[in-house]
Every structure is written in C-alpha cells, then in structure tokens.
T-cell receptor, first 112, second 112 residues
C-alpha cells in the first residue's frame, strides 16, 4: 500500500513570497489533515478535511493560509504572503480510523 | 484550556525499560494515542487507548487511567533504533472529524 505522498520535500523562499504544498493521501482515506510542526514541538493541526469538505480550520491563519481538497483526494496548502515565523515542517496525514493517522514525509519550509 | 504534559527528554541504555508519561487536561476526552518520530522523519502511529488499562504491542505497551487523566508508553528491551521523539495525542471528541491534539514530545536517547 502506497503511503502519503507530499511535495516538495524542501522549499526555501523569501518573506512575502508565496508557496504551495501538495499532498496525495492513502487511497480510500476520507480524512485528510494538514499540520504545522515547528522544531521541538508536536504537530499542530491547521486544517482537516472529510472527503472534500472542511471539518476544522479553526487554527488556520486564514489571512495568509488557504487549503483545498478537490474531488476528495489530493490537497494543496498555500501560504501567501509568507512570514519568517512560517518556517516549519508541513505535514500531511490521512486516516481511515481517526486515532490512527498516517503521515507523509513533510515539506520543510524555510522563510528568509 | 488544553494541555498535554510529557517529559522533554529521557535517556536509557540498550536492553533497558523506559516509561514515558503523559498527563492531559482537555475539554473532552475520547482516547490517547502515541506516535514515534525519528529525526527528519514522519510521525508513525504506535498505539491507542480509549479505555483504562494496558495495551501491548510487541516491545511497546501503552497504559491509560481516565480518572487520573494520565497515560504512559512503556518501551522494553530498548534498541538503538528506538532513539526518537515520542508524542502523546488526545482525541477530544468521538465524531469522525475530531482532530488529535499533540503534546510537545519526549526525546528518547538510547546508548550502548
């Protein structure tokens, strides 16, 4: 079974630029999550989709972050414009059972 | 508010047993999960407890006491490859769309 795929793996941008991350979840997993993980901390949920509908985006900085999940499969997370404090690893996860999430390798974002 | 407390670091030697504790304070509680994350890697699911008691999976066991808002992960016969960060995560609701809240993680260092 193929795991959760993410791209790119690494991205370096300057502040105020925009960036997009892509995620392909495990086939058949209805729930998809985007997390932000700052060095030395646990993953923090940004947004959660159930199929192609948003279930929870309460911690998404909506003035600069956006996400979509078209057709209930792939998802993209965008940051525009980026700030220095957005430097982090962005993890995508999917699940069939909500307590057992499968994470992708993440995208390490550096904002300079 | 929500809080999960776990030790920041634990050290042990190969072959030993180590216990990583997690105490939580959340608005709702439906289960405690544990995830392992190697440096630069993705979090991987280890175990889940919804009811009081001990769950055993090979060398790893997880315990939950709902009345004490406390759980732990027990790692036996430690190996060098167990050196990683370990996160406890709480599920606050029982709906399919309920996200996990992660602790800050415990870094386990296993030496020979």
């Amino acid at each position: 079974e193929a795991g959760v795929a993410q791209s790119p793996r690494y991205k370096i941008i300057e502040k105020r630029q925009s960036v997009a991350f892509w995620c392909n979840p495990i086939s058949g997993h209805a729930t998809l999550y985007w997390y932000q993980q700052i060095l030395g901390q646990g993953p923090k949920l940004l947004i959660q989709f159930q199929n192609n509908g948003v279930v929870d985006d309460s911690q998404l900085p909506k003035d600069r972050f956006s996400a979509e999940r078209l057709k209930g499969v792939d998802s993209t997370l965008k940051i525009q414009p980026a700030k220095l404090e957005d430097s982090a690893v962005y993890l995508c996860a999917s699940s069939y059972r909500h307590y057992e999430q499968y994470f992708g390798p993440g995208t390490r974002l550096t904002v300079t | 508010g929500q809080s999960l407390e776990q030790p920041s670091e634990v050290t042990a030697v190969e072959g030993a047993i180590v216990q990583i504790n997690c105490t939580y304070q959340t608005s709702g509680f439906y289960g405690l999960s544990w995830y392992q994350q190697h440096d630069g890697g993705a979090p991987t699911f280890l175990s889940y407890n919804a009811l009081d008691g001990l769950e055993e999976t090979g060398r790893f066991s997880s315990f939950l006491s709902r009345s004490d808002s406390y759980g732990y992960l027990l790692l036996q016969e430690l190996q060098m490859k167990d050196s990683a960060s370990y996160f406890c995560a709480v599920r606050e609701g029982d709906q399919a769309g309920t996200a996990l809240i992660f602790g800050k993680g415990t870094t386990l260092s296993v030496s020979s």
